[in-house]
């Protein structure tokens, strides 16, 4: 190769780094040894992006309506009515509390003050409201 085509070669690949070319060079040595042509892997990778794409999109959307439902159905503050949040206790918190206390109800309205203690951890919590399903005993 000609020391013209290395330095064009050189300055349109800058932005890669030689580990994403040298994957590059194994795909397209693939491609020929299987017989598979560009346009066709080129269709194919379309398809995969469209599928991740979606799969981004799905997951989102059920983020946001588990961040809906949780919005809806957790506790209020009874001090100002807005959304108490649950914070679970460490396990070494919860040595060092000698009752059932797992973890607290803080309200998220920074100008209120109201907590409380719990029996329930995240988990339950998060069963108690419906966000989780709930976990068949062991009987």
């Given at each position: ?6 330095m064009e070669f050189d300055y349109r690949l800058q ?9 590059a060079y194994n795909l397209i040595k693939m491609c ?108």
């Open positions: 190769m000609d020391l013209k085509k290395v932005v890669f780094t030689f580990g994403f070319i040298q994957d020929r040894e299987f017989d598979i042509d560009m346009d066709e892997f080129l269709e194919y990778v379309e398809h995969k992006k469209c599928a991740a794409a979606q799969t981004e999109k799905e997951m989102y959307e059920s983020y946001v309506n588990r961040q809906r439902l949780i919005k809806e159905r957790s506790r209020k503050c009874p001090e100002c009515g807005e959304m108490l949040d649950h914070d679970s206790y460490t396990s070494c918190q919860q040595k060092l509390i000698t009752s059932k206390i797992k973890g607290a109800f803080i309200c998220i309205n920074e100008n209120c003050d109201y907590w409380e203690h719990t029996e329930m951890n995240q988990e339950e919590y998060m069963e108690s409201i419906g966000i989780i399903p709930k976990k068949r005993s062991r009987e």
